[in-house]
C-alpha cells in the first residue's frame, strides 16, 4: 500500500522536479517507509511506500525493467502463482514482491493482465515496449486513482490533494456535486470528485495514453454485470461454496511481512472474517482485533466482541470512541483534507479512531469486514426488494414467509412489518433534506438527483450499490482514514470470486425466512447464535443527532458559521429559518446540518472559490 503521483507533459516538455516533489509530500502518509522521484523527460514518477511485502530496498518504487517503469499502490495476492506462471515462460526476479511479479505481467501481456489479477490496486505504467502509459484502477475500486486531463498534461495519482499541491489544477468546486451532496449526502459520482477539474478513474477501467500520436483511450476492462451467471446450486452445496471461497479470500489476505490485525465489532462478517483468520495463526495471541465502542446505547458491543475473541483466543483491543470531541472547526478540517472531500456524517469519527488506535499497537494489515452488505443483501432495501421480486414471479408463500420471519428477526409485530412494507412500496421516503429543499439558486438548482435513487429490483439494486453508490464511498472513506495513518486495510468480501458467485445466486439465498444475509448466517456455523441471529444491524454510528439535541446551542453556532462560508451557494436565509422552526430534540434533527458545517470545513480547508 503506497501512494503515487504521474505529471506527463504531452508536448514533450520536460517535468520539474518541484512539482514531483510536491506529490510525493502531499501523501507522504500513505508512504513511511520510503521515497522514490524519478524524471524521464517529459514524464515524471513520485511514489511513497508503505513496506508490506519483501520489506527491502530493493522492493522500492519507481521500479523498473528495462525502460519500462511501474508506480503501483495495493497488493496483488495471487502474485505467488502469477510469479511461477511468468518464471514457465523464461522470467527472472530479483525481489520476492508483488510489485515485481506486477511489473512483469505488464510488460508480458500489457493490459491483458489486469483480469490475470486478484487484488486491489491503482497502478502507472509506462510501457516502453508499447509506447504507451497506462493507468488502471482495480475491480471494485477498493484503490483511489484521479487524474487531471488537458491538451497540455496528464497528472494522477492515489489522492486529489496531490494534484492541487502542485499548483498545476485549481481547486474549483463542482458545484452540483456540492449541492447533491447537501441534499441528500451522496458522495459517489461516477468519475466526478467534489473538485471541477479533477476527474476519478472509475472501477475497472484503464486510461491509456500512446506516446507517439499522445491520443488518450480509457476502456473498461471489468464489468460486475456482464461477469454475473445466475445459478441456482442446492443449498447445501451453495454454502460450501461460500465457505470455501471465503476461506481462500481470507488466506490470501494473510500474506505479509508486517504485523496483521483485524477488526471485530461483534457482527456477522468480521466475525466471521475471524473464524477463517484462525486456521492462518500457531499462535492466536499474536492475532490483535479491535472493537470500538462508546457510550451512546446499542453502540457498545463489547460483551460480544470479548467472548468471539476469547473463543479464538486472540489478543483483543477496545478502542472508545469521543464522538461528541471531534466536533470541532479543527477536526473536521483535518478530516475533509485527509477525505479530500466533506463527511457526510459524524459516524466516521468512529473509522478515524479506529484505524489511530491499529496504527498506535504497532498493526500495518488490517482485515475488515467491508463489503458484504451491498451483494449479500445485508440492508434493509434488500429485503423489500425480495419481497417485489417474489410478489411479481407470484410467489406468495414465500413472501408470507419472509413477513412472519421477518417479524421474529426484527422483533417488530406481524403488523408493523407489513405497515412498513406498505409505505415502501408507495414511496414514503423523503429523498432530499427538508432542510436543504429548493435551497439553491437558480443556476446550482436541479431535478432530482436520479442516479442516487435506490433500484427496486434485487439484482439491479446490488449492481447500484456496489458500482456506482454504496461501495465507491465507502471504500473512499475507509482508504483515507487507514492510510492516514499508514495501514494497508484489506477486504476479504471483496475478493471478486466471491462477488460474482453470491452475486448469481437467487434471491431467496440470500434473504429469506425473513433473514437478511441468510446464506452467510446459515454458512457460518462455528458463530454463536448470538452473532449469527441478531436482530439489530450496528454500523457505526453517528453523534450528530444527540449532539444537537443536548449540545445545540454550539451546533447551531457551527451551523450558523459554516452558513456563512457558503452563503454564496445556498439561500441562507431560507435555511436559518428553518432552523429557527427546528427544536433541539433528535426528532427535529436534520442531517444536512452536519453536512453543512462539513461542507464548510471543505471549502476552508482547500481554500475552494465559491
Given at each position: 500500500?503506497?501512494?503515487?503521483?504521474?505529471?506527463?507533459?504531452?508536448?514533450?516538455r520536460?517535468?520539474?522536479?518541484?512539482?514531483?516533489?510536491?506529490?510525493?509530500?502531499?501523501?507522504?502518509?500513505r508512504?513511511?517507509?520510503?521515497?522514490?522521484?524519478?524524471?524521464?523527460?517529459?514524464?515524471?514518477?513520485?511514489?511513497?511506500?508503505?513496506?508490506?511485502?519483501?520489506?527491502?530496498?530493493?522492493?522500492?518504487?519507481?521500479?523498473?525493467?528495462?525502460d519500462?517503469?511501474?508506480?503501483?499502490?495495493?497488493?496483488?495476492?495471487?502474485?505467488?502463482?502469477?510469479?511461477d506462471?511468468?518464471?514457465?515462460?523464461?522470467?527472472?526476479?530479483r525481489?520476492?514482491?508483488?510489485?515485481?511479479?506486477?511489473?512483469?505481467?505488464?510488460?508480458?501481456?500489457?493490459?491483458?493482465?489486469?483480469?490475470?489479477?486478484?487484488g486491489m490496486?491503482?497502478?502507472?505504467?509506462?510501457?516502453?515496449?508499447?509506447?504507451?502509459?497506462?493507468?488502471?484502477?482495480?475491480?471494485?475500486?477498493?484503490?483511489?486513482?484521479?487524474y487531471?486531463?488537458s491538451?497540455?498534461?496528464?497528472i494522477?495519482?492515489?489522492?486529489?490533494?496531490?494534484?492541487?499541491?502542485?499548483?498545476?489544477?485549481?481547486?474549483?468546486p463542482?458545484?452540483?456535486?456540492?449541492?447533491?451532496?447537501?441534499?441528500?449526502?451522496?458522495?459517489?459520482?461516477?468519475?466526478?470528485?467534489?473538485?471541477?477539474?479533477?476527474?476519478?478513474?472509475?472501477?475497472?477501467?484503464?486510461?491509456?495514453?500512446?506516446?507517439?500520436?499522445?491520443?488518450?483511450?480509457?476502456?473498461?476492462?471489468?464489468?460486475?454485470?456482464?461477469?454475473?451467471?445466475?445459478?441456482?446450486?442446492?443449498?447445501?452445496?451453495?454454502?460450501?461454496?461460500?465457505?470455501?471461497?471465503?476461506?481462500?479470500?481470507?488466506?490470501?489476505?494473510?500474506?505479509?511481512?508486517?504485523?496483521?490485525?483485524?477488526?471485530?465489532?461483534?457482527g456477522?462478517?468480521?466475525?466471521?472474517?475471524?473464524?477463517?483468520?484462525?486456521?492462518?495463526r500457531?499462535?492466536?495471541?499474536?492475532?490483535?482485533?479491535?472493537?470500538?465502542?462508546?457510550?451512546?446505547?446499542?453502540?457498545?458491543?463489547?460483551?460480544?466482541?470479548?467472548?468471539?475473541?476469547?473463543?479464538?483466543?486472540?489478543?483483543?483491543?477496545?478502542?472508545?470512541?469521543d464522538?461528541?470531541?471531534?466536533?470541532?472547526?479543527?477536526?473536521?478540517?483535518?478530516?475533509?483534507?485527509?477525505?479530500?472531500?466533506?463527511?457526510?456524517?459524524g459516524?466516521?469519527?468512529?473509522?478515524?479512531?479506529?484505524?489511530?488506535?491499529?496504527?498506535?499497537?504497532?498493526?500495518?494489515?488490517?482485515?475488515?469486514?467491508?463489503?458484504?452488505?451491498?451483494?449479500?443483501?445485508?440492508?434493509?432495501?434488500?429485503?423489500?426488494?425480495?419481497?417485489?421480486?417474489?410478489?411479481?414471479?407470484?410467489?406468495?408463500?414465500?413472501?408470507?414467509?419472509?413477513?412472519?420471519?421477518?417479524?421474529?428477526?426484527?422483533?417488530?409485530?406481524?403488523?408493523?412489518?407489513?405497515?412498513?412494507?406498505?409505505?415502501?412500496?408507495?414511496?414514503?421516503?423523503?429523498?432530499?433534506?427538508?432542510?436543504?429543499?429548493?435551497?439553491?439558486?437558480?443556476?446550482?438548482?436541479?431535478?432530482?438527483?436520479?442516479?442516487?435513487?435506490?433500484?427496486?429490483?434485487?439484482?439491479?439494486?446490488?449492481?447500484?450499490?456496489?458500482?456506482?453508490?454504496?461501495?465507491?464511498?465507502?471504500l473512499?472513506?475507509?482508504?483515507?482514514?487507514?492510510?492516514?495513518?499508514?495501514?494497508?486495510?484489506r477486504?476479504?468480501?471483496?475478493?471478486?470470486?466471491?462477488?460474482?458467485?453470491?452475486?448469481?445466486?437467487?434471491?431467496?439465498?440470500?434473504?429469506?425466512?425473513?433473514?437478511?444475509?441468510?446464506?452467510?448466517?446459515?454458512?457460518?456455523?462455528?458463530?454463536?447464535?448470538?452473532?449469527?441471529?441478531?436482530?439489530?444491524?450496528?454500523?457505526?454510528?453517528?453523534?450528530?443527532?444527540?449532539y444537537?439535541?443536548?449540545?445545540?446551542?454550539?451546533?447551531?453556532?457551527?451551523?450558523?458559521?459554516?452558513?456563512?462560508?457558503?452563503?454564496?451557494?445556498?439561500?441562507?436565509?431560507?435555511?436559518?429559518?428553518?432552523?429557527?422552526?427546528?427544536?433541539?430534540?433528535?426528532?427535529?434533527?436534520?442531517q444536512?446540518?452536519?453536512?453543512?458545517?462539513?461542507?464548510?470545513?471543505?471549502?476552508?480547508?482547500?481554500?475552494?472559490?465559491?
Amino acid at each position: 500500500m503506497c501512494g503515487w503521483g504521474i505529471l506527463f507533459h504531452r508536448d514533450g516538455r520536460p517535468v520539474e522536479r518541484p512539482h514531483l516533489q510536491a506529490m510525493a509530500d502531499a501523501v507522504a502518509h500513505r508512504g513511511p517507509d520510503a521515497e522514490g522521484i524519478v524524471e524521464l523527460g517529459p514524464l515524471g514518477l513520485a511514489h511513497r511506500r508503505l513496506a508490506v511485502i519483501d520489506v527491502h530496498d530493493r522492493s522500492n518504487q519507481p521500479m523498473r525493467l528495462g525502460d519500462s517503469w511501474l508506480l503501483f499502490n495495493g497488493a496483488i495476492y495471487n502474485f505467488g502463482a502469477l510469479r511461477d506462471e511468468l518464471e514457465a515462460l523464461g522470467r527472472s526476479f530479483r525481489t520476492r514482491s508483488d510489485t515485481e511479479v506486477l511489473l512483469h505481467a505488464l510488460d508480458a501481456w500489457g493490459r491483458d493482465a489486469l483480469p490475470r489479477l486478484n487484488g486491489m490496486f491503482s497502478i502507472a505504467f509506462s510501457d516502453a515496449k508499447r509506447g504507451t502509459l497506462l493507468l488502471a484502477r482495480d475491480r471494485f475500486g477498493i484503490k483511489p486513482l484521479c487524474y487531471h486531463l488537458s491538451d497540455d498534461i496528464l497528472i494522477a495519482g492515489s489522492e486529489a490533494k496531490q494534484l492541487l499541491a502542485t499548483g498545476l489544477v485549481a481547486p474549483r468546486p463542482d458545484l452540483s456535486a456540492a449541492r447533491i451532496f447537501l441534499e441528500s449526502g451522496r458522495l459517489a459520482f461516477d468519475d466526478r470528485t467534489m473538485f471541477a477539474d479533477i476527474a476519478s478513474l472509475p472501477p475497472g477501467h484503464a486510461l491509456e495514453i500512446d506516446r507517439t500520436s499522445r491520443t488518450v483511450t480509457r476502456h473498461r476492462w471489468y464489468d460486475l454485470a456482464a461477469r454475473i451467471v445466475p445459478s441456482r446450486p442446492a443449498y447445501d452445496e451453495a454454502i460450501a461454496t461460500v465457505r470455501d471461497l471465503l476461506a481462500d479470500s481470507v488466506r490470501l489476505r494473510h500474506i505479509a511481512n508486517v504485523p496483521l490485525g483485524a477488526a471485530l465489532s461483534g457482527g456477522l462478517d468480521s466475525t466471521a472474517i475471524a473464524v477463517f483468520s484462525r486456521a492462518m495463526r500457531a499462535d492466536p495471541s499474536e492475532h490483535v482485533v479491535f472493537t470500538t465502542w462508546h457510550d451512546e446505547a446499542g453502540h457498545d458491543e463489547r460483551a460480544l466482541a470479548r467472548s468471539v475473541a476469547s473463543r479464538l483466543g486472540f489478543r483483543h483491543v477496545e478502542v472508545p470512541v469521543d464522538l461528541p470531541g471531534y466536533f470541532t472547526p479543527d477536526r473536521l478540517e483535518r478530516f475533509a483534507r485527509l477525505q479530500d472531500q466533506p463527511l457526510p456524517s459524524g459516524s466516521h469519527f468512529n473509522e478515524y479512531t479506529l484505524f489511530e488506535a491499529v496504527r498506535g499497537h504497532g498493526i500495518t494489515v488490517f482485515l475488515d469486514g467491508q463489503g458484504s452488505d451491498e451483494y449479500f443483501g445485508g440492508y434493509g432495501e434488500y429485503w423489500f426488494a425480495a419481497q417485489r421480486k417474489a410478489l411479481r414471479a407470484g410467489r406468495l408463500d414465500e413472501m408470507w414467509r419472509n413477513f412472519k420471519g421477518r417479524s421474529l428477526a426484527t422483533g417488530d409485530s406481524l403488523g408493523l412489518t407489513v405497515r412498513k412494507w406498505i409505505a415502501r412500496q408507495l414511496g414514503v421516503v423523503p429523498r432530499v433534506s427538508p432542510l436543504m429543499e429548493g435551497a439553491f439558486p437558480a443556476a446550482i438548482a436541479g431535478a432530482i438527483d436520479a442516479d442516487g435513487l435506490l433500484p427496486r429490483d434485487f439484482e439491479a439494486l446490488v449492481l447500484a450499490e456496489m458500482t456506482r453508490l454504496s461501495i465507491p464511498y465507502q471504500l473512499h472513506s475507509q482508504d483515507r482514514f487507514a492510510m492516514a495513518f499508514g495501514v494497508e486495510s484489506r477486504l476479504p468480501f471483496l475478493d471478486y470470486r466471491l462477488v460474482e458467485y453470491v452475486a448469481g445466486l437467487p434471491a431467496s439465498y440470500r434473504v429469506g425466512d425473513g433473514w437478511q444475509k441468510r446464506i452467510l448466517r446459515d454458512a457460518m456455523h462455528e458463530l454463536p447464535d448470538a452473532v449469527r441471529r441478531r436482530r439489530q444491524k450496528n454500523g457505526f454510528s453517528a453523534p450528530d443527532a444527540s449532539y444537537w439535541a443536548t449540545n445545540n446551542a454550539a451546533m447551531r453556532a457551527m451551523i450558523d458559521d459554516a452558513l456563512d462560508t457558503l452563503a454564496p451557494l445556498v439561500d441562507v436565509a431560507r435555511v436559518r429559518r428553518r432552523l429557527d422552526a427546528a427544536s433541539a430534540t433528535t426528532g427535529d434533527y436534520d442531517q444536512a446540518m452536519f453536512r453543512l458545517i462539513s461542507l464548510a470545513a471543505w471549502v476552508r480547508a482547500f481554500d475552494v472559490p465559491l
